[in-house]
Structure formats: C-alpha cells, structure tokens
C-alpha cells in the first residue's frame, strides 16, 4: 500500500516561483500586462518586428537581429507535401515541420524560427487547400507576409495593422505551459529548435488556452443578437461555459481583450464584415449581463479568445490555423525566454514526492 509522505506535492506548480524574468508580467488581480517593459496596450502600437526585438534584447539575445520571413529548406516543403496529403492537423504538420529548422548557434535559431514560423503555416493552409506555396516577398514584414503568403493576395493595410496588434498581445505571457517547456529544454543544454518544437507540443493541448476557434462558434450559433439571451440563457441553465469569457489568471477583464477589442473594430470598419463584429459586441454584452445574474461575485469577463476569433476570422483564416497562428506570435516569448534561460546555465529540475509502495 501507499506510503504517507509528510512533504506535500504541488501537482501543478500553483502559486511555485520558477524563475525570474524580464520579459513579461502578469497581474491578474488589476488586469496588468507588462511585456518588455511596456504596458500591452503600448507594445500593441508597435510592428511585430520591434516586439521580437525588444524582447530579445531584454533577454539578452539582440545578437540575433531584426526577423524577417524566411524561405523554407526543400526537407521542410517537402515533409508538409507529405503531410498535407495526410490530412494532417495544422498543429501536429507545424511541430514536425518546426523540427527539421537547423541553425548554427542560438541568435542564428532565433532568427530562423521566427521568420520561419510564418511561412511554414502559410505554407501549410495553401497546400491543405490544393494550392502552391508562396516565397516571402522581401519587401513587407513578418504579418504581411503571412496574410500574403496566406491568401497569395496584397494583404490590405488594416488587415495587417490588426495581425501586428494580435502578434504584440500574445507575443508573451508569463510563465505559461508552452514556455515553461520550452525553458525547461534548453536549461538541459539543449538547442533553440528542441525547446520551441517542445513549445509547440505543449501549445497543442486543449489546457493551455491558445484556441480561441470555440468563442466564435459561439457567436455564429447565435447568428443574430435578438437570439443571444434565449441561446446563453439556455447554456448557462445547462451548465455550460460561455467559450471567450473567464481567465485562470485575470479576475478582471483581460487586458488584451481590450486592445484586441479596438483593433477590431478598427480593422472591421475599414476592411471587414461590419456587422459579425456588431453580432459579437451584442453577444458579449449579453454575456456578462447574464454571468453577473448567474454567477455573481466570480468576475468572468471578457478574455483573450473571444476577440482573438472575431480578428482571426476577419483576416480570412480558418479555425484550424487559429493556434498555429496564435504560434506565430508567441514565438517571440518561446525564443526570448529561451536566450533568458541560455544565460542562467542552470538545469531545471524539480522534486518529487513518493507515494508508491516500498519493498517489505
């Protein structure tokens, strides 16, 4: 029989400190996200480009230089051939396609996963759908050339503007599981390219939070705002969970969802389906009126996904690239933490407590 152990284990590594970091800070009880330095709703102004960067030197890694979208090697087209024809999911075809990437050094992984990221999921939705890949155009930046290489049209200004928004949001995030893994990997000695294949597994689990497709069924179940209180009253009394609303870590709103909220209202005025952004505004409000009625006092609010979706699929994107996209961005904090933890030269290896049997 099991043996009682007087140590207790934290099976989560809830509320545990596992490093320190300049990179990102997340309070959840005032709703604040500190990224490099800046507060999200400043770093949302910039290029994607000069989040990676500002990330990288904040972690030490400016060797690396500007990213830019990069040509795929013939091993790594050739693999997503294979597994298009396959049928392959988007997630499953990016973490097999992430780990035939080789690079010299660790500034020369960054550079290269970051501006490979974006054409190996590009590269991916084209061959699904029957087409050709397309070659980054030298001339655009990391987002426009992943709507471009997407769609194999001149991606319009605010369609880009809103991706380099959604970029700079989920560019990084604390200590979540993807980069906790991906930490954990390069504090073995490993390569950059191990940690952020690594990353990718992790991200691929529905627990992390990087698929914000569901939010948006969602709002298209409902289809029109007078049907919104009958359909969420009706999930509610089911006990169902309102997908876009509610955060394991943020109490309050989500302060992404607010900068992601004005980048889509942006972008949807000046290049996009007015009125499915319409629909989801009346669907969210609708929303929170009726969790404060059902469940006073929890502070579900607006999160990430919900407006995560509204802009992903105003770009065009299907909802199987959601998180491969969602990857995209966050390779920025998966790369920089990594440099992070290069430095630190110190193996991350945790405790456990045992509670098997023990010989006679």
């Given at each position: 029989m099991a043996t009682q152990s007087p140590i207790r284990a934290n099976t989560g590594l809830e509320g545990v400190v596992a490093a320190e970091t300049r990179l990102s800070m997340v309070d959840g009880e005032r709703g604040e996200l500190i990224v490099a330095g800046y507060q999200i709703e400043q770093l949302a102004e910039r290029s994607f480009e000069d989040v990676v960067e500002l990330l990288w030197d904040a972690a030490g890694g400016a060797a690396a230089g500007r990213p830019r979208a990069v040509t795929l090697p013939e091993a790594t087209l050739a693999l997503l051939r294979a597994a298009a024809a396959r049928r392959t999911e988007p997630?499953?075809?990016?973490?097999?396609?992430?780990?035939?990437?080789?690079?010299?050094?660790?500034?020369?992984?960054?550079?290269?996963?970051?501006?490979?990221?974006?054409?190996?999921?590009?590269?991916?939705?084209?061959?699904?759908?029957?087409?050709?890949?397309l070659e980054p155009r030298a001339e655009w930046g990391l987002?426009?050339?992943?709507?471009y290489m997407s769609t194999g049209a001149e991606p319009h200004p605010e369609l880009v503007r809103g991706l380099e928004t959604y970029f700079a949001t989920v560019a990084d995030h604390g200590l979540n599981a993807s980069t906790f893994a991906a930490r954990v990997i390069v504090s073995t000695g490993a390569d950059f390219v191990s940690a952020v294949t690594g990353a990718v597994g992790a991200l691929k689990g529905p627990l992390h939070g990087g698929a914000p497709g569901p939010a948006l069924d969602m709002v298209f179940e409902i289809g029109e705002a007078s049907r919104a209180e009958l359909v969420l009253?009706?999930?509610?009394?089911?006990?169902?969970?309102?997908?876009?609303?509610?955060?394991?870590?943020?109490?309050?709103?989500?302060?992404?969802?607010?900068?992601?909220?004005?980048?889509?209202?942006?972008?949807?005025?000046?290049?996009?389906?007015?009125?499915?952004?319409?629909?989801a505004r009346?669907?969210?409000?609708?929303?929170?009126?009726?969790?404060?009625e059902y469940k006073p006092g929890r502070r579900l609010k607006t999160n990430v996904e919900f407006y995560t979706a509204l802009l992903l699929c105003g770009l065009g994107l299907d909802t199987s690239f959601f998180t491969p996209t969602f990857a995209i961005g966050r390779i920025a904090g998966w790369t920089a933490h990594c440099f992070e933890q290069r430095a630190l030269a110190k193996l991350i290896r945790p405790q456990s407590v045992y509670v098997g049997r023990r010989p006679a």
């Open positions: 997630m499953d075809a990016l973490r097999m396609a992430a780990g035939t990437l080789t690079a010299a050094d660790d500034a020369a992984a960054a550079s290269l996963l970051v501006g490979s990221f974006p054409t190996i999921v590009a590269a991916y939705s084209r061959l699904r759908a029957g087409r050709e890949p987002a426009a050339n992943y709507l009253r009706r999930k509610l009394e089911r006990g169902e969970r309102l997908m876009g609303f509610g955060h394991r870590v943020y109490r309050v709103r989500d302060p992404r969802a607010d900068v992601l909220a004005a980048a889509a209202e942006r972008m949807f005025a000046r290049a996009g389906d007015a009125r499915l952004y319409e629909l009346s669907v969210e409000a609708t929303a929170l009126r009726l969790l404060e």
